[in-house]
């Protein structure tokens, strides 16, 4: 069953839509990623990268086209971790955002169970290659499963309150199976 997972920017709701997804907003389009029974809002005009690493899948929705390097500055990352033991997920994503949230002085922290999953997040600033860069972390954890998500949408503290409209709308409508 893939679970719609709603995050304005610190509160968390669900809402279970048997594999129907609700239309886009405008401008955006759902890329879907068959292997993961999942699908992630993606602006128009945006370009999207897969990569595999041993267990880990990482999905970028970037601004910018990735280049040899993997560098961008504004966009998602999606990293997938489906080899975490079924309920120790949860205390890794715990202990993930609260290191992460401490070490970068995080200006916000939440968490919230969104039906069988448990999400955890920050905002933090950080250094980047050009300069300060904000980043809105989000990591979902599904004790069933194991399966860990790390969201993290980033984009330079001088750009950030545009790159946020969009960044926004992709981190409020997150379609993950909470099967997986």
């Given at each position: 069953?893939?679970?719609?997972?709603?995050?304005?920017?610190?509160?968390?709701?669900?809402?279970?839509?048997?594999?129907?997804?609700?239309?886009p907003p405008?401008?955006?389009?759902?890329?879907?990623?068959?292997e993961?029974?999942?699908?992630?809002?993606?602006?128009?005009?945006?370009?999207?990268?897969?990569?595999?690493?041993?267990?880990?899948?990482?999905?970028?929705?970037?601004?910018?086209?990735?280049?040899?390097?993997?560098?961008?500055s504004?966009?998602?990352?999606?990293?997938v971790?489906?080899?975490s033991?079924?309920?120790?997920?949860?205390?890794?994503?715990?202990?993930?955002?609260?290191?992460?949230?401490?070490?970068?002085?995080a200006?916000?922290?939440?968490?919230?169970?969104?039906?069988?999953?448990?999400?955890?997040?920050?905002?933090?600033?950080?250094?980047g290659?050009?300069?300060?860069?904000?980043?809105?972390?989000?990591?979902?954890?599904?004790?069933?499963?194991?399966?860990?998500?790390l969201f993290?949408?980033?984009?330079?503290?001088?750009?950030?309150?545009?790159?946020?409209?969009?960044?926004?709308?992709?981190?409020?409508?997150?379609?993950?199976?909470?099967?997986?």
């Amino acid at each position: 069953m893939k679970t719609i997972i709603v995050v304005p920017s610190v509160l968390l709701a669900a809402s279970v839509l048997a594999m129907e997804l609700p239309p886009p907003p405008a401008g955006f389009s759902w890329k879907d990623v068959p292997e993961i029974s999942a699908a992630f809002l993606m602006p128009k005009g945006w370009h999207f990268k897969r990569e595999v690493q041993g267990d880990t899948l990482g999905l970028f929705i970037t601004q910018e086209a990735i280049g040899k390097g993997g560098h961008f500055s504004t966009g998602l990352t999606i990293n997938v971790f489906r080899r975490s033991k079924p309920g120790s997920a949860v205390e890794y994503a715990r202990a993930f955002i609260a290191r992460m949230a401490a070490e970068k002085h995080a200006e916000e922290t939440w968490a919230r169970d969104v039906g069988p999953l448990r999400s955890f997040g920050c905002r933090v600033k950080g250094a980047g290659d050009t300069g300060t860069v904000v980043m809105h972390t989000l990591m979902v954890a599904n004790p069933r499963t194991g399966t860990l998500y790390l969201f993290i949408f980033e984009a330079p503290e001088t750009s950030w309150t545009d790159a946020w409209k969009k960044g926004k709308k992709i981190m409020e409508l997150l379609a993950v199976d909470d099967e997986v």
